[in-house]
């Protein structure tokens, strides 16, 4: 069996062309980092059987990151290339086409996009582009599944291209190539074309990325509070629990219906620690919706074309703070949730700034359900309460990735490099699946690991030690703090759910102080049972840990200089 690896530029399709050849759904996105593992698939075509490999996109056969290194390995080991090619963009495409070919290895050139050329004025000679190049050239639309059989018949016919260039020959060779094969022809600009020159523009992409962030967080809201309210709420209190409860009192074991369904003394789910009770109300009812909502506008800006220019609009911001315009697109998904916010952290290929952007990701704002919460008590304060609470979280979450920053510098920061894809209308179709794949991913990943947290809690509740717990803390918070000794369980639920915890504030009758206050630790003191294992498994248990620690001590502290400051001028 030979193998094949996809290379090629970051967003030149490398992904949908391997899904497509390989049948295998992966999700894809038209911004750099998509890929960050290896991804493998078999494909038989006719009497050949291949091992397709997707690998990430690189500009040049030189070494300037992990990812880099990574790729060229790929390649070496590779039996055949595949050179993907952005049509669009076909001088900036054949620096990385000629270095391959140097590589002596059987190669087909791709030229992905083909039906976008048309639209733009763009024609291309292939005849001649494959007579230049010397191996097979095919014209490819990935999006609309336009030559893929005619890619695989490609591969039988490789070729290797026997051409040796320095820098310097090369780029003269690209001159020539392109003046060849290539001609352009007036059009005028469209629509789409009209909206992406404007959220490129230095007032107008403001202008759009705040829109896009404020109409996301609304859709997300409403979304996520109605399939709650609407959908799963009612699944599982009318339908999932009754019917669990009537087949676990079968169980003759007592032991192992406290593990399933836990202390069935409460009748709030998040309560019994039981893994088929808290486990699956925290995953299915508290988390998942906002999940499936905030992916569903977020798959349709990445398919719209719209994030990598979210990522240039915040890049000089995120200069400040140590990161570049690629942490935006994870900080933008946590203000909804924050587990899909630290699960695409894996697309940062440097750890510092992964650290960096979780730890921004965890202070800068509440999740969108702890949000819902926090404005709609807070406005019975005040407009100026909710500002206040929201002025100090950024505050906090800005102040400290900037002294991470000037203490973290152990590896050195990549340049910002990213792509601008033409804006598309999303496919119905494409969105569909890559949905299914980030859900299938969310119950893969993340439900295993509540159901952990939870029987951790449930052990804890068995043996006392929670409630010990409550009554250590319930006094210093009084102290330290100024709020009600009530709280301390309000706390620990805080670690199961996080806009509960605020939700049961309200019949302790708090101070608008006492609530600041209370919002404020609430917020910062530990992220929820499905975000903590999130983070474990995208950085390690040591370095999660010590975040976590940290924040704490912080929250503590800030909590603490809040209170007595109110204490003084109130």
């Keep these: 069996m030979k193998k094949v690896i996809l290379a090629g530029n970051p967003n030149v399709g490398k992904s949908l062309i391997f899904s497509r050849m390989t049948r295998i ?56 290339i595949i050179d993907i090619i952005d049509s669009t963009n076909l001088e900036r495409n054949l620096n990385l086409t000629l270095q391959l070919l140097q590589k002596k290895k059987p190669t087909v050139v791709c030229l992905n996009f083909w039906d976008d050329t048309v639209h733009k004025g763009i024609t291309i000679d292939v005849q001649a582009l494959e007579k230049l190049l010397g191996v097979p050239v095919i014209p490819v639309s990935a999006l609309r599944s336009e030559g893929i059989s005619k890619l695989l018949d490609s591969l039988a016919h490789a070729k290797i291209c026997n051409i040796e260039l320095n820098e310097a020959e090369r780029w003269n060779l690209i001159g020539s190539i392109i003046k060849s094969v290539q001609k352009l022809s007036h059009r005028h600009h469209t629509l789409l074309e009209r909206i992406s020159d404007f959220t490129l523009h230095p007032v107008g992409g403001i202008i759009t990325a705040i829109f896009v962030l404020v109409f996301t967080l609304i859709i997300v809201r409403f979304l996520g509070e109605g399939l709650i309210n609407g959908v799963f709420e009612p699944f599982y209190s009318h339908l999932y629990n009754p019917l669990l409860q009537s087949m676990v009192k079968r169980i003759p074991i007592l032991g192992l219906r406290e593990i399933l369904v836990g202390n069935t003394a409460y009748s709030d789910p998040l309560q019994s620690f039981g893994i088929l009770t808290s486990g699956v109300y925290i995953a299915l009812v508290s988390v998942f919706p906002y999940f499936f909502s905030f992916y569903l506008v977020f798959g349709f800006l990445e398919d719209f074309g719209y994030l990598p220019r979210l990522s240039v609009v915040f890049d000089k911001f995120f200069h400040h703070l140590g990161l570049h315009g690629y942490s935006s697109i994870p900080v933008m998904l946590g203000l909804g949730c924050k587990v899909p916010a630290f699960m695409a952290t894996r697309s940062l290929t440097n750890r510092r700034e992964k650290i960096l952007t979780i730890t921004l990701i965890f202070m800068s704002a509440p999740c969108l ?108 918070t009084k102290i330290l703090f100024g709020l009600p000794a009530e709280i301390a369980p309000i706390m620990l639920l805080n670690f199961l759910r996080k806009d509960a915890s605020v939700a049961l504030l309200v019949p302790l009758n708090l101070t608008a102080p006492q609530f600041i206050c209370a919002c404020i630790f609430l917020t910062l003191s530990t992220p929820c049972l499905a975000s903590f294992f999130t983070m474990i498994k995208e950085l390690s248990t040591k370095t999660t840990l010590k975040i976590v620690g940290l924040i704490l001590m912080i929250s503590i502290i800030i909590t603490t200089l809040l209170h007595l400051l109110f204490t003084l001028i109130l």
């Design 369 to 476: 359900s702890q949000s819902a919460m926090i404005v709609s008590l807070g406005m019975n304060y005040g407009v100026l309460t909710v500002i206040t609470i929201y002025a100090i979280l950024i505050f906090l979450a800005i102040g400290m990735n900037v002294l991470m920053n000037k203490f973290y510098k152990n590896e050195d920061s990549i340049e910002f490099f990213t792509e601008f894809p033409a804006c598309r209308i999303p496919s119905i179709k494409l969105m569909a699946g890559k949905l299914w794949i980030r859900i299938s991913e969310y119950f893969a990943e993340v439900l295993p690991m509540i159901a952990i947290g939870v029987l951790v809690m449930n052990v804890l509740s068995v043996l006392h030690v929670l409630s010990f717990i409550i009554e250590i803390v319930k006094w210093p």
């Design 25 to 80: 759904r992966i999700a894809t996105a038209n911004y750099a980092g998509t890929t960050v593992e290896m991804k493998t698939g078999k494909c038989r075509y006719k009497s050949n059987e291949y091992e397709i490999i997707d690998g990430p996109g690189i500009y040049s056969l030189e070494k300037f990151s992990k990812t880099d290194e990574i790729a060229l390995q790929l390649i070496d080991e590779a039996d055949i």
